[in-house]
């Protein structure tokens, strides 16, 4: 079992930067692949980024490629996504999930466990 919480999100203009982290409970942390999704209002939840177990393999939607990063510590047991460049489009509420087994991981339905999500708002 894991417990996923997120923090980190707010309000910033265009072009400002945000640091979302996501705190996770459970011994097996480092096991995981770790993604974070997003879900704007009235459309689906969608895919922004994974990292492998190691925090070798990355992946990243490509609406937000080069301008998001995501990085993990399995000591702390938390993963980060840094956002850069914001963009209003990028308003959602953003949602760290767990994968068990998958070397990589993109789809909504590959992963086990869900954070409560965090708001980001960004103003044009």
């Known amino acids: 079992q894991v417990q996923l919480v997120e923090s980190g999100g707010g309000l910033v203009q265009a072009g400002g930067s945000l640091r979302l982290s996501c705190a996770a409970s459970g011994r097996t942390f480092s096991s995981y692949t770790m993604g974070w999704f997003r879900q704007a209002p009235g459309k689906e939840r969608e895919f922004v980024a994974a990292?492998?177990?190691?925090?070798?393999?990355?992946y990243y939607a490509n609406s937000v490629k080069g301008r998001f990063t995501i990085s993990r510590d399995n000591a702390k047991r938390t993963v980060f996504l840094q956002m850069n460049s914001l963009k209003s489009e990028d308003t959602a509420v953003y949602y760290c999930?767990?994968?068990?087994?998958?070397?990589?991981?993109?789809?909504?339905?590959?992963?086990?466990?869900w954070g409560q999500g965090t708001q980001v708002t960004v103003s044009s």
């Open positions: 990292t492998s177990w190691s925090g070798v393999t990355t």
């Open positions: 999930a767990a994968s068990a087994g998958r070397p990589i991981a993109t789809m909504t339905n590959e992963y086990d466990y």
